[in-house]
């Protein structure tokens, strides 16, 4: 470490003159202000709809949209058919003339914007070829894909729209959408009643993908090959209307989510007489579709400490048959929603569980926890399913408010994660055991937990975004990102160790120095790296926050405001930004423009360090001090050789030249050091003497931002004794220079080391510039041998020469 002893503690200032002839010339350099404002910049203006607190307005407003829906499954031909009576109410400020509606089914019809603009390596995925270069291959998967898209006809039939009178009402489809003309404008406060009627053909999830369709297992001794249908996107829906954007209508193209509108439901679902349905909101006429057995086992759950079997195992193996011609029409409603989905088989067990909250008067005080899924997925979802839907409303409930529905529901099937209001889809693989030739079942831990993750996560959807209803099509971070951070607070209360895919800071370092990186404000469709923009550095962002920006006590009741403001509201990411700062008393300009808006990273070197002590001008003191640096200087090279060849100096030979500077120690105190420092101490004030006696260490720590982010600075220094102390110093340490500055440091210890962000907590990207002074780095070499081989045509074919036939070769 870098000495340096202190003479004064003040600087003179010298002055230049400069020839007034001399042309003056402007200075450049880097420099930029990382602590601008946002606001009136990037950030909309505040109004009456959203003020700058970050809470919704005194005119603030959203849509109403009520449903009065009809659906029968076709179980043969895998065709649903539906009729909705739809109630709009218009309560927005402005005249509407027309209605927009979403028709997410037709991104499957093979002349849609999404079909048609599918491209190589597209959407994150790894491309099979480099603009320019020739294709490797074609996978078999794709090729059967297109040939469904081009061959089975999906997307909606509109067949019907009609008003309350029966009359047919003009209406265009576009792509994904459909606009329905009103023969009336639709002024403030009013309502007007419609009906759609439709029908489609389900996709093969598995195959064309997609967040919804049907499963179909193989038919063995012990069950009939039935399938497992998870229903979701399948009615046409009302587009948003929003104060800031007016109609939502850009087209689905499968990956940007739904902004929907909120609304009453009455659904009656008419499937074969032997399926169990599951569906958003509460079932009202069980007495016509469960057995007697199985209502009352679903009251005896209100109130277990368990989860308890509403359908067995052994009864939904039995269940298990082709061949009924009957039907059972389930009849749900649910209240306040913003979409519905639904599943339905024969081959569901269903297990279920209350949960009891503080419903706070808001929110119900019981909510039943509740699990489907078939025989293939025993034992793990039994064991692991509803509870890991209990857990995540307890911890949801202390970040955000009470869960606001009547039921929670996990349900197995093709869909590898999906979530709607109080029932999400779980699933594909997940939580599958594996069974060998003699019968026996096991799983891996890794299935075991990514079933676990796979359920917060998607019960953990019914907050964010099913009643925090954000814009997912243009910030799809306010999902995704949000959640996956309550995720990650859930899974580490899960269990010790438990191993979360996203939430650690520097989990995120790869993403953020990667070329392809780009801002999470970035609209969903255009994302390139999906998965760590969307989810990981969001999530890792809030993470940071918490734990290092404001602390847990400020970010908590922050975030908890933020949700409570906006539950059942449309918010924006300004409604976010400004909400955290406002009730937390702490500017996050910096922080939002580093990780929302930039494409920097983190990565804080530290260059220098080094140690000033004062000059105490006590000759006993600094002579001594002087000397020892003398001594610990290496001895000239010249005179070690020296002496190694025998050589001697001239005064060694000619010892009269020796005399008094040559026996004395040029470092030796003299009388007359002494009355000067004597002079200097009667010159001093009481507080200077304190200052010099009391023997404080200055450490000049010079930092550089080289990631761009600017961020708090955490710094350990460790003393010779071993003893540490962490310091956090804000991220305003770069207000003047967001590239380079340096930081001082006063103890009396003797600092030995000092460490930069020793908890890995701020995602820097190279920690080998973390240490001073700088250490060796560790890393493991695999011993490997050469392989390469040149191709040989004649021995692959067993092709053998003599030299009998080299010499008998024609010439």
Excluded at 421 to 446: A, C, H, K
Excluded at 772 to 784: A, C, D, G, K, S
Aim: with cysteine.
């Amino acid at each position: 470490m870098r000495k340096l002893t202190v003479i004064a503690l003040a600087a003179a200032v010298a002055t230049l003159n400069v020839a007034a002839a001399q042309p003056i010339r402007q200075t450049t350099n880097d420099w930029r202000d990382a602590f601008r404002q946002l606001e009136d910049e990037d950030w909309p203006t505040p109004n009456r709809e959203r003020r700058a607190t970050g809470a919704p307005g005194p005119d603030y407003w959203q849509q109403d949209v009520d449903y009065d829906i009809d659906i029968h499954l076709n179980e043969r031909t895998k065709v649903l058919t539906g009729s909705a009576t739809v109630t709009y109410t218009n309560n927005a400020p402005d005249e509407l003339d027309f209605l927009w509606y979403l028709l997410d089914q037709n991104r499957f019809r093979d002349d849609s914007i999404a079909v048609m603009t599918e491209t190589v390596g597209g959407g994150g995925r790894a491309a099979s070829r480099v603009g320019g270069s020739m294709p490797e291959g074609v996978s078999a998967y794709s090729v059967r894909r297109r040939d469904r898209l081009e061959n089975d006809g999906y997307g909606f039939n509109i067949t019907a729209v009609t008003d309350a009178d029966g009359a047919d009402m003009d209406h265009t489809i576009v792509d994904t959408l459909m606009r329905i003309d009103l023969d009336d404008t639709l002024e403030t406060g009013d309502s007007v009643t419609f009906t759609i009627e439709w029908n489609y053909r389900l996709i093969e999830t598995q195959v064309v993908g997609g967040r919804a369709g049907w499963e179909c297992f193989e038919e063995t001794s012990d069950t009939g090959g039935d399938c497992i249908y998870q229903i979701a996107q399948w009615f046409p829906r009302a587009a948003v209307f929003s104060d800031y954007e007016g109609w939502h209508n850009k087209a689905f193209l499968g990956r940007g989510e739904f902004g929907l509108e909120f609304g009453d439901y009455n659904v009656s679902i008419t499937v074969p007489q032997d399926f169990i349905v599951s569906a958003t909101g509460v079932l009202q006429n069980p007495e016509e579709v469960l057995t007697q057995s199985q209502r009352q086992r679903l009251e005896e759950a209100r109130t277990a400490d368990e989860p308890v079997f509403i359908v067995t195992p052994s009864e939904a193996r039995a269940n298990e048959r082709r061949g009924t011609r009957s039907e059972a029409t389930w009849e749900f409603s649910a209240e306040n929603v913003r979409d519905y989905a639904w599943a339905g088989s024969r081959k569901f067990i269903w297990d279920a569980v209350g949960v009891e909250q503080d419903g706070e008067g808001e929110a119900p005080d019981l909510v039943m926890a509740m699990s489907f899924y078939p025989n293939e997925s025993e034992p793990l979802w039994s064991s692991f399913s509803t509870r890991a839907v209990e857990h995540t409303l307890e911890v949801y409930n202390s970040f955000a408010f009470p869960y606001p529905y009547p039921v929670a529901q996990s349900i197995a099937g093709p869909q590898g994660g999906m979530e709607y209001p109080m029932i999400t889809f779980n699933g594909g693989t997940y939580g599958r055991p594996v069974e060998d030739d003699d019968g026996n079942l096991s799983y891996s831990l890794g299935a075991k937990r990514g079933l676990i993750g796979v359920i917060i996560h998607e019960i953990g959807h019914i907050y964010f975004p099913m009643v925090v209803n954000t814009d997912e099509r243009q910030w799809t971070w306010m999902d995704e990102g949000v959640n996956s951070f309550l995720q990650f607070e859930a899974e580490r209360l899960w269990e010790e160790d438990f191993p979360v895919r996203r939430g650690d800071p520097h989990t995120i370092t790869s993403y953020m120095v990667s070329r392809d990186q780009m801002p999470i404000m970035t609209q969903s469709d255009s994302i390139l790296q999906f998965g760590p923009n969307a989810y990981s550095k969001p999530t890792i962002a809030l993470v940071i926050l918490r734990e290092t920006v404001l602390g847990r006590e400020l970010f908590d009741e922050a975030f908890q405001t933020y949700a409570r403001r906006w539950r059942f509201r449309r918010p924006t990411p300004y409604d976010f930004f400004r909400t955290m700062e406002e009730v937390s008393g702490v500017d996050l300009d910096w922080f939002w423009r580093g990780w929302f808006y930039s494409t920097d990273h983190v990565d804080i070197s530290i260059d220098r360090v080094i140690e000033g002590t004062l000059n105490t001008e006590n000759p006993e003191i600094e002579n001594a001090l002087a000397a020892q640096i003398e001594a610990d200087r290496a001895e000239s090279l010249t005179e070690v050789r020296n002496r190694e060849d025998g050589l001697s100096t001239y005064a060694e030979s000619n010892p009269e030249v020796i005399e008094f500077y040559s026996r004395t120690d040029r470092h030796a105190v003299t009388n007359r050091q002494r009355e000067a420092y004597e002079r200097f101490r009667d010159g001093l004030e009481e507080y200077e003497e304190e200052i010099i006696d009391r023997g404080d260490r200055f450490y000049y720590v010079d930092l550089s931002n080289q990631g761009g982010v600017v961020m708090p600075v955490i710094l350990e220094f460790t003393f010779a004794n071993g003893e540490t102390d962490l310091v956090r110093i804000p991220a305003e340490i770069w207000r003047y220079n967001p590239v380079n500055t340096t930081w001082v440091y006063r103890t009396q210890r003797e600092v030995v080391s000092v460490e930069l962000d020793p908890l890995w907590e701020t995602a820097d990207a190279d920690r080998t510039d973390n240490y001073y002074p700088p250490r060796i780095e560790p890393t493991r070499l695999e011993m490997y041998r050469s392989s390469s081989s040149s191709s040989n045509m004649m021995d692959d074919m067993d092709r053998r020469v003599t030299r009998d036939d080299i010499q008998d070769r024609p010439e």
